[in-house]
């Protein structure tokens, strides 16, 4: 099945503590894309990655660390998370090739900081 | 720079009756996609359509239809006969198509539709 899977589902941490929120596709898709969603706000990017190594900022990148060693994996990584980080992230692949650009996305993490 | 404008925050409807929802964005390129996605309470997000900006063909699918208009910058989604599992946020979202391959979502307009 086609998906695109992230854990945890939910995490409930302390400010400063590093954590990581994994997301991971199956469709060996070439672009990757974190999202947070606040009320009120929409769905704003996080940082973009267009293949293996390349990675980009979105719009509110501050705060917020990615890699992209591997197509499949997609990190995102809070290395001193603050409450302002309390939000619903989502993780999301497309293909830039061919006619469909439609996004997949994740479940979503939904993340606590106190 | 690129903006999405949603400007219904929220709209009630009665089941059974027609209901536009208004998108309209800003972009200097001249290569461009619009989507359209809704998420409903359970919290997913699930795709509907993807224009680029050559296509000014309107498309309907169903009970849902899409207007395409580059001379106002719209792309406005109408459901015709609306049902109560139409409930739901929906997102407008722009995707410029020429070097850069950030994504731009709307805030979203959430559709409550009574029974």
């Known amino acids: 099945e086609a998906q695109v899977t992230q854990n945890p589902r939910y995490l409930i941490t302390v400010t400063g503590k590093k954590l990581t929120v994994t997301c991971s596709q199956n469709?060996?898709?070439?672009?990757m894309s974190w999202y947070r969603q606040d009320p009120g706000l929409g769905l704003r990017q996080i940082y973009y990655?267009?293949?293996?190594?390349?990675?980009d900022k979105g719009d509110v990148p501050e705060g917020y660390k990615v890699s992209r060693k591997e197509k499949r994996n997609f990190p995102l990584i809070l290395e001193s998370p603050s409450p302002n980080q309390t939000s619903l992230y989502f993780c999301?692949?497309?293909?830039?090739?061919?006619?469909?650009?439609?996004?997949?996305f994740g479940p979503g993490t939904r993340l606590t900081v106190t | 720079a690129q903006k999405v404008t949603q400007a219904q925050t929220e709209i009630s409807v009665v089941e059974k009756e027609d209901v536009t929802l208004d998108c309209v964005y800003e972009?200097?390129?001249?290569?461009?996609?619009l989507f359209w996605y809704k998420q409903p309470p359970s919290g997913e997000l699930v795709f509907l359509i993807r224009?680029?900006?050559?296509?000014?063909q309107n498309e309907i699918s169903g009970r849902y239809s899409w207007n395409f208009q580059k001379s106002t910058s719209s792309f406005n989604f109408t459901i015709t006969a609306s049902q109560v599992v139409d409930s739901a946020v929906y997102f407008c979202?722009?995707?410029?198509?020429?070097?850069?391959?950030?994504?731009?979502f709307g805030t979203g307009t959430r559709l409550k539709v009574l029974a």
């Open positions: 999301a692949s497309s293909t830039r090739q061919g006619s469909s650009y439609e996004q997949y």
């Open positions: 469709m060996n898709h070439e672009y």
């Open positions: 990655s267009m293949n293996v190594e390349v990675t």
């Open positions: 972009t200097r390129d001249t290569t461009y996609y």
């Open positions: 224009r680029n900006s050559f296509d000014e």
């Open positions: 979202a722009l995707s410029e198509g020429s070097g850069t391959y950030k994504y731009i």
